[in-house]
């Protein structure tokens, strides 16, 4: 007979956070095989909420959970359960290697619950982030497409299937651009001042501000912009950093990046309406997004006419779909004259390229071919591993095939599950020549940039390009290969590329990638004599021209602020 008592005392327990006091209680007084079913999933929930908890308490949770779900009958338990599992998943995976086999069984038991019940708005948004974490983009924007036929309210959900598309060739610029018309109508407009009734011409200089959630330790969106903001003309400009990350993750390229604004707010802890009304208490004049379609919750700001000239610029590289962000800064390689028409903001053309990186401070090396050394061909790519299409893999693989005992190093700056990927290449048969890291093994910048140590050619991705990766990789003395795209995210290499002078590592298409790869890799004379041309050049192009970039960029914005 089942103690009502002590049911109710223990979910008491649980309403004050006493998840030790919660397992303990039910793991002494129930066997799992007939405990009440909403004990089984409070003690998984309290096995992750618990302070300290272990991998072992994890791993039971996902056990509890499959228990929940097998034995529940109702619906909602059901999507209860296979939601809890995926949230599980994919949280702790970053932190467990051991979570990894769970993903299999998760997306088992997510078929199953989806063929049962349906359309069901909670389950398919983890459906979304399972096959997102699994790599599996066509499965992630078939769920995501369900989620807005089905009038989904979710500005998540709607962003997500805009960014996502841009990994695939699936969209041309008139099918994103159709849909991006529609995006504003998952964002609410927020109460703002007219900007008629704020009286700007108080303001001694023009007051410009940057507006990102991704100001955080070494983000690689810092060293684009801080020799930018260093370099803005004092007499003309007050520069404004518009933090919407916590101060306490500020170290190293970040925290310089504060210190070279000459005004930072760290707004982590507003909502957008409070952020809004700070913004034009502060007669802001230019406001510039550095998030895009990334940060859903944040986006939404620009929504609003909260600034006399919005303009979105280098966190995302394709059209937002509001009609009040105004400008979007591109360049002439990256968008087409007679394709400025599929971009809802008006296209500003920086005369050289889009946007120019700081470099680094430590000492700059040429060192060797690591085939010298190694008597084999390495390739490497740092990028996402969500750009790794499934065309990257097939030419990758034919690649791997054909250089004999070649490898392929692979690093992500996104935390996935590389065994999806794996899994992908294993169908070519050249999954034992690739090498995986892991961001989380290197201490700093410094060793990251080490690993380039180790790369003979770096492969670019295609339809959606490197570019802090191509960056680096170049800065290294490390060539590039890229490919021709259609849109401005899948052309970012093209334009890195044309701007160092190396028009000839410029693919047209995945035969021309491979032959160029090919070539290079077997002459390896050339490669070397290509390597110390780079290390001796690159940081005299515009790639790295911290005062040219940043003098074109300010003309650009006072031209757009004269307009205004």
Request: proline fraction near 2%; hydrophobic fraction near 35%; aromatic fraction near 14%.
């Amino acid at each position: 007979m089942i103690n009502k008592n002590l049911i109710q005392n223990i979910i008491k327990l649980f309403k004050y956070k006493k998840y030790e006091e919660v397992i303990l209680e039910i793991d002494e007084n129930f066997d799992f095989k007939n405990c009440p079913l909403d004990l089984v999933n409070l003690s998984a929930v309290s096995k992750l909420l618990k302070v300290n908890n272990t991998k072992e308490d994890v791993i039971s949770a996902l056990n509890d959970f499959e228990i929940y779900y097998k034995r529940s009958e109702k619906k909602i338990q059901k999507i209860e359960a296979i939601t809890n599992y995926i949230s599980t998943c994919v949280v702790n995976s970053r932190k467990y290697n051991e979570i990894i086999p769970y993903f299999k069984k998760a997306e088992k038991l997510y078929e199953q619950c989806a063929t049962n019940f349906g359309y069901d708005e909670k389950l398919y948004s983890r459906g979304v982030d399972l096959y997102k974490y699994t790599l599996n983009i066509n499965k992630s924007r078939k769920i995501l497409k369900e989620l807005i036929k089905n009038k989904t309210k979710s500005k998540i959900t709607a962003c997500a299937y805009g960014y996502m598309s841009n990994y695939t060739y699936d969209w041309g610029l008139k099918e994103y651009f159709e849909y991006s018309k529609n995006l504003k109508t998952f964002f609410s407009k927020y109460e703002i001042k007219n900007i008629t009734e704020i009286n700007y011409q108080k303001n001694k200089k023009i007051k410009l501000g940057f507006i990102s959630k991704d100001f955080t330790s070494d983000h690689s969106l810092t060293y684009f912009l801080k020799n930018i903001v260093s370099n803005l003309d004092k007499n003309k400009f007050e520069s404004f950093g518009i933090s919407l990350s916590n101060d306490n993750l500020l170290e190293g390229s970040s925290a310089e990046l504060k210190n070279n604004f000459d005004n930072w707010l760290d707004l982590s802890k507003l909502k957008n309406q409070q952020i809004i009304n700070k913004l034009q208490d502060l007669k802001i004049e230019i406001l510039i997004d550095l998030m895009g379609l990334f940060h859903a919750d944040r986006i939404e700001i620009f929504n609003s006419r909260v600034a006399p000239v919005q303009i979105s610029w280098l966190g995302y590289p394709n059209t937002v779909g509001f009609s009040t962000i105004d400008y979007l800064i591109s360049d002439v390689n990256l968008i087409k004259e007679d394709e400025e028409k599929y971009y809802l903001e008006k296209v500003i053309k920086i005369s050289d390229i889009w946007n120019c990186h700081s470099g680094f401070k430590f000492k700059r090396e040429l060192t060797n071919l690591p085939i010298k050394k190694n008597n084999f061909i390495t390739f490497g790519s740092f990028n996402n591993f969500l750009k790794i299409s499934d065309e990257v893999v097939e030419v990758w693989s034919k690649i791997l095939k054909n250089v004999n005992n070649s490898k392929l190093i692979l690093k992500s700056s996104l935390t996935v599950n590389k065994d999806s990927l794996l899994q992908k290449f294993k169908k070519y048969g050249v999954h034992n020549s690739i090498e995986f890291y892991d961001k989380k093994d290197f201490l700093n910048t410094k060793d990251h940039l080490g690993l380039y140590q180790k790369i003979d050619i770096a492969l670019d991705t295609f339809p959606y390009n490197g570019v802090t990766t191509t960056f680096e990789a170049l800065w290294s003395g490390v060539p590039v290969i890229t490919m021709k795209g259609f849109n401005m995210n899948s052309r970012c290499g093209e334009s890195i590329l044309r701007n160092a002078n190396l028009d000839y590592l410029i693919s047209q298409d995945k035969a021309d990638y491979y032959n160029i790869v090919l070539y290079y890799s077997n002459n390896p004379k050339k490669l070397d004599d290509l390597r110390t041309m780079i290390h001796k050049n690159i940081l005299n192009t515009p790639l790295f021209n911290s005062e040219k970039f940043s003098n074109d960029f300010q003309r650009k914005l006072i031209d757009v602020y004269k307009k205004n």
